[in-house]
């Protein structure tokens, strides 16, 4: 392994092989008598769809890479073994799943390329509007570095976070994405805490998945507080698209430190903030009483 593994080739087999993926999941979206709706141990639901993405990421990626691959619906690796790796990839083949079976569109494909516990690369597809979301931390090629939308047709757009200070100066709204299910009390009691150091309107939308992340990584939202339990691939992808827009996914304490992978036996993250414009004074804003008086 070099220490840039990424080449502008491999960036665009991943963003095929994610396409390809998305496509096996609408053909069965298309038929609702082709779910085949299960229920994992953890409650969660799982569909044919699933399980059509997981085998065809889970037998290509290592054709373009040849390097381990966690995926949600595969066999997870010893923490002893996997602790070892310096690469791997990090798959959910469908993200949101309760999304995709309510029909609403805001499900995706990730694909992320960790390098020491680092979400070095990220993929997340949409295959509802065949839109996706690239991120790239470190490439071969200085070029390929950045945050890209590949719009339906396959035309690519550079993408970025918006600046905050200048929204904080003058007011402006500021943007919070909710989870459509997941929202807790400790949420509630952040909100206030943000309504009252922010100085302009805070303005809130729900949304589903990873998708989250890419609003606020395209300058549409400012940040999504996740106060619920989540896996390492439900955010590995949708992190190297934030970061490589210019924000931060940071573990929700006072430190804010950023969220790294690998990091746990049971590969559960800790509660975490997506935030977008890693300038901006986060601390301040999500601590009682720092801003406003």
Request: overall charge negative; glycine content about 6%.
């Given at each position: 392994?070099?220490?840039?593994?990424?080449?502008?080739?491999?960036?665009?087999?991943?963003?095929?092989?994610?396409?390809?993926?998305?496509?096996?999941?609408?053909?069965?979206?298309?038929?609702?008598?082709?779910?085949?709706?299960?229920?994992?141990?953890?409650?969660?639901?799982?569909?044919?769809?699933?399980?059509?993405?997981?085998?065809?990421?889970?037998?290509?990626?290592?054709?373009?890479?040849?390097?381990?691959?966690?995926?949600?619906?595969?066999?997870?690796?010893?923490?002893?073994?996997?602790?070892?790796?310096?690469?791997?990839?990090?798959?959910?083949?469908?993200?949101?799943?309760?999304?995709?079976?309510?029909?609403?569109?805001?499900?995706?494909?990730?694909?992320?390329?960790?390098?020491?516990?680092?979400?070095?690369?990220?993929?997340?597809?949409?295959?509802?509007?065949?839109?996706?979301?690239?991120?790239?931390?470190?490439?071969?090629?200085?070029?390929?570095?950045?945050?890209?939308?590949?719009?339906?047709?396959?035309?690519?757009?550079?993408?970025?976070?918006?600046?905050?200070?200048?929204?904080?100066?003058?007011?402006?709204?500021?943007?919070?994405?909710?989870?459509?299910?997941?929202?807790?009390?400790?949420?509630?009691?952040?909100?206030?805490?943000?309504?009252?150091?922010?100085?302009?309107?805070?303005?809130?939308?729900?949304?589903?998945?990873?998708?989250?992340?890419?609003?606020?990584?395209?300058?549409?939202?400012?940040?999504?507080?996740?106060?619920?339990?989540?896996?390492?691939?439900?955010?590995?992808?949708?992190?190297?698209?934030?970061?490589?827009?210019?924000?931060?996914?940071?573990?929700?304490t006072p430190s804010l430190p950023a969220l790294v992978y690998n990091a746990s036996e049971d590969l559960l993250n800790p509660h975490f903030y997506a935030?977008?414009?890693?300038?901006?004074?986060?601390?301040?804003?999500?601590?009682?009483?720092?801003?406003?008086?």
């Amino acid at each position: 392994m070099t220490n840039h593994p990424i080449s502008a080739e491999l960036i665009e087999q991943l963003v095929d092989l994610s396409r390809r993926a998305g496509a096996a999941i609408m053909a069965i979206y298309n038929n609702k008598d082709s779910y085949n709706i299960e229920q994992k141990t953890d409650e969660s639901p799982l569909t044919a769809a699933d399980l059509a993405a997981h085998r065809l990421i889970s037998a290509e990626l290592p054709k373009l890479l040849p390097l381990p691959v966690i995926s949600e619906e595969g066999e997870i690796p010893e923490f002893a073994d996997r602790n070892l790796w310096e690469h791997y990839w990090l798959v959910d083949p469908l993200d949101g799943t309760k999304e995709f079976i309510a029909g609403n569109g805001q499900f995706t494909v990730n694909i992320a390329l960790i390098q020491r516990g680092r979400a070095l690369l990220g993929v997340v597809h949409v295959p509802a509007t065949d839109v996706t979301y690239l991120g790239v931390l470190d490439a071969r090629d200085a070029s390929s570095i950045g945050a890209f939308k590949y719009m339906q047709g396959g035309h690519r757009k550079p993408i970025a976070v918006r600046p905050l200070l200048e929204r904080f100066s003058g007011k402006q709204p500021f943007t919070v994405l909710l989870s459509h299910r997941h929202n807790t009390q400790a949420t509630v009691d952040l909100m206030e805490t943000i309504t009252h150091n922010w100085p302009g309107a805070i303005e809130t939308t729900n949304a589903g998945s990873s998708l989250k992340f890419c609003v606020i990584a395209e300058g549409l939202a400012d940040f999504y507080p996740r106060l619920a339990p989540t896996s390492e691939w439900d955010t590995a992808a949708a992190q190297a698209v934030l970061e490589a827009a210019g924000g931060q996914v940071v573990c929700a304490t006072p430190s804010l430190p950023a969220l790294v992978y690998n990091a746990s036996e049971d590969l559960l993250n800790p509660h975490f903030y997506a935030l977008g414009d890693k300038n901006f004074y986060w601390e301040k804003l999500l601590v009682a009483d720092e801003l406003v008086n």
